[in-house]
């Protein structure tokens, strides 16, 4: 890959690398089986990787895209799950650091600079790809607080969350330009955490839907401006995207570097089975395809990083990397055989957890309504 890191982006990702081959890869059979493990999170955030976006001045390490990209796809390389939790809650730091008050900022930084998680509230039951047609509803009272009621469903991280951001309608006549943004701590009297989803794959990560019985807001739980929250998370999805791509390539990795050890070790018709050209050609594409991903992530992630909207590049950059990190899954199925069908050689897992990157934070028909849209704009 050509893309050129600094000495400082090379020195997270070795220590990013280390955390992650020598802490997460071994605990990912078993988050696959028995989900979020809370003491693996304590040692991450010991390792202070997740402070990484937050400003210095609220006690992060006030890097960028780049640094966050090489985390989230050093990570997914060794569990993907694992990855979506911290990548999802940097979502809603970025809302944060770019919409909060300097009162908001204050009061949340800190504790996410500590590696207190947050979780992003968009999806409802009725409604995912047409977010703006939600029907969590926040009534402004007299007082200026907000009630609201409605529920949202598939939030990562819902049970283990210290913060939510959550999307609602503050003004019905207005489709999307009525939706408003809110910060919401866990605990709040009325926010209600529904039964953990039984999911396909991604298992370590944690999703539940949410329930907002009469919940009470206070004035300053709005982030932002009233009527722009629906704006500020597709901001924030196109960060979520470019974290979607670093998450594919890793897993892309995974797979690729266990079919190629595989594919040396095992013998049919008297040689490694690398030596059949059907099964060397595979390797060629899983090398093709990977490099070509981690050169959209780092290029979508630089653009981010100069504060330029790069809703193209970043859907592009997700829909690329998910849709072939599927492709080398299968094929780094195919060439275990029927050791690829189990679960002992667990490139099956590979695949289980990448084909939500083709669904989560907009799904892939939803990318290519986003870059036709630039396109023919
Ligand atoms: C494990 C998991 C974690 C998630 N985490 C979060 C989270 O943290 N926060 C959050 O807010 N959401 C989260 N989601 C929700 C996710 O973003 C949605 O599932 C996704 O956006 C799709 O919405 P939907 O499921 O309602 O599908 P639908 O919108 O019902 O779509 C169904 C199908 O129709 C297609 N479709 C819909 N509209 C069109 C169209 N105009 N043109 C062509 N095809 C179309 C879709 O592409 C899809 O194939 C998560 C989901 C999962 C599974």
Same mark, same amino acid.
């Given at each position: 890959m050509s893309y050129k890191f600094t000495e400082e982006q090379l020195a997270i990702r070795d220590l990013a690398r280390s955390f992650a081959q020598k802490e997460v890869e071994p605990l990912s059979r078993d988050m696959d089986e028995h989900g979020w493990n809370a003491a693996l999170y304590e040692k991450y955030k010991a390792v202070g990787l997740q402070a990484t976006p937050v400003p210095e001045a609220y006690g992060g390490a006030g890097l960028g895209d780049i640094e966050c990209a090489i985390i989230t796809q050093e990570l997914a390389r060794a569990d993907a799950g694992f990855a979506m939790a911290s990548e999802i809650s940097w979502v809603c730091t970025d809302m944060i650091i770019r919409h909060g008050s300097d009162a908001q900022k204050q009061k949340y930084l800190p504790g996410i600079a500590e590696g207190k998680l947050c979780a992003f509230g968009l999806t409802e039951p009725d409604c995912g790809s047409d977010a703006a047609g939600m029907r969590t509803r926040a009534k402004k009272q007299a007082d200026g607080s907000y009630v609201v009621n !409605?529920?949202?469903?598939?939030?990562?991280?819902?049970?283990?969350?210290?913060?939510?951001?959550?999307?609602?309608v503050t003004d019905p006549d207005k489709r999307a330009k009525g939706i408003s943004a809110f910060l919401v701590d866990a605990g709040t009297p009325g926010l209600l955490i529904n039964k953990e989803e039984d999911k396909m794959g991604m298992r370590s990560s944690d999703t539940h839907g949410l329930t907002f019985d009469d919940m009470k807001l206070p004035p300053d739980a709005l982030l932002g401006e009233e009527g722009m929250g629906f704006v500020y998370a597709m901001e924030?999805?196109?960060?979520?995207?470019?974290?979607?791509?670093?998450?594919?390539?890793?897993?892309?990795?995974?797979?690729?570097?266990?079919?190629?050890?595989?594919?040396?070790?095992?013998?049919?018709?008297?040689?490694?089975?690398?030596?059949?050209?059907?099964?060397?050609?595979?390797?060629?594409?899983?090398a093709m395809y990977t490099d070509a991903m981690e050169l959209m992530l780092y290029d979508a992630a630089e653009l981010k990083s100069t504060g330029v909207r790069c809703s193209r590049q970043a859907a592009e950059a997700k829909l690329f990397a998910s849709t072939h990190a599927t492709q080398i899954c299968l094929?780094?199925?195919?060439?275990?055989?029927?050791? !690829?069908?189990?679960?002992?050689?667990?490139?099956?897992?590979?695949?289980?957890?990448?084909?939500?990157?083709?669904?989560?934070?907009?799904?892939?028909?939803?990318?290519?309504?986003?870059?036709?849209?630039a396109l023919l704009k």
């Open positions: !409605g529920s949202k469903a598939w939030i990562t991280n819902s049970g283990i969350a210290d913060y939510y951001v959550i999307m609602a924030g999805l196109d960060g979520g995207r470019i974290s979607c791509t670093a998450i594919s390539t890793g897993i892309a990795q995974h797979a690729m570097a266990l079919a190629m050890k595989y594919a040396k070790e095992r013998a049919a018709f008297g040689k490694p089975i690398a030596k059949f050209q059907a099964i060397a050609f595979k390797l060629a594409n899983m094929d780094a199925i195919q060439i275990f055989g029927g050791n !690829g069908y189990s679960k002992e050689y667990h490139v099956e897992q590979l695949l289980r957890d990448n084909k939500l990157m083709e669904i989560g934070e907009g799904t892939n028909e939803v990318q290519r309504i986003v870059i036709s849209g």
